[in-house]
């Protein structure tokens, strides 16, 4: 039960012009609990996947753009007849990966031909597998490390990812702390109020005239004091004749 869950999670984009052909895997393919997608050429292969291909060929453009309008569905293996009009499985094989973004899906080849050259061609430029038609349930089998394999990596992709935004963000942080730091105020010495200085003189003028006051009187109260009217001489018995 788990382990069907588990591969139902996988969905495959099968590519095949020959209806018997495209029924029959993906009969084989729900037999092996894979959600499955099925179109009839390379061109609706590459609009499924959010790609369409350019009408004119033009050697300064990519042979595919974005597709806005594609259906948002993770696709984790595409499986594709070879001999197709049009766009054969060898260049819908190139044009996923020769594309930043689906690169990473595995790409599977059928051929009811067994011709050893196609084959190693297929390979060298990135196929997973090629099967020789008519595909067995046992083929399919083949099927499950590849697509697990690009889990793991994509999943192992999107913890760098992850990390690396925090690590920015964490960084960004500390930038902000550190310029509010800088563009906070300092703090300044004490300043002596200047209220209190003139108040201050003022008091200090203040005892400086009562301590001359006091001294002035101290001095006049010596100069009428008992004492010094004996020091001064006294003139006894003179009287003065006008």
């Not at 590519?15 to 037999?31: A, C, F, H, P, W």
């Not at 369409?52 to 594709?80: A, D, G, K, M």
């Not at 793991?152 to 702390?177: C, D, G, P």
């Not at 906070?184 to 209190?196: G, I």
């Amino acid at each position: 039960m788990g382990m069907a869950a588990a591969e139902s999670q996988f969905h495959v984009l099968a590519v095949d012009d020959s209806i018997i052909d495209r029924k029959l895997i993906e009969r084989l393919l729900r037999t092996s609990s894979y959600q499955v997608t099925t179109v009839d050429s390379g061109s609706k292969a590459l609009e499924f996947l959010g790609l369409r291909e350019n009408e004119n060929t033009n050697p300064s453009t990519p042979s595919v753009s974005p597709n806005n309008n594609h259906q948002e569905v993770e696709v984790n293996l595409v499986i594709t007849d070879y001999c197709m009009p049009g766009m054969t499985g060898y260049d819908l094989l190139k044009k996923i990966k020769e594309s930043s973004s689906l690169r990473n899906i595995p790409v599977v080849i059928m051929s009811s031909e067994n011709v050893p050259s196609r084959i190693s061609r297929c390979l060298e430029e990135g196929a997973e597998e090629f099967f020789l038609k008519p595909v067995r349930l046992s083929d399919l089998n083949k099927l499950k490390p590849h697509m697990k394999k690009t889990k793991s990596k994509e999943q192992r992709q999107v913890t760098a990812e992850e990390i690396e935004n925090s690590q920015v963000l964490q960084h960004q942080t500390q930038q902000i702390l550190q310029n509010d730091q800088q563009q906070a105020p300092k703090p300044q010495d004490p300043q002596p109020d200047s209220e209190s200085r003139p108040q201050q003189t003022i008091e200090q003028q203040q005892q400086s005239l009562q301590q001359a006051n006091n001294n002035k009187r101290k001095t006049m109260e010596q100069g009428l004091s008992p004492e010094t009217d004996r020091t001064r001489p006294r003139y006894s018995g003179i009287a003065t004749v006008v």
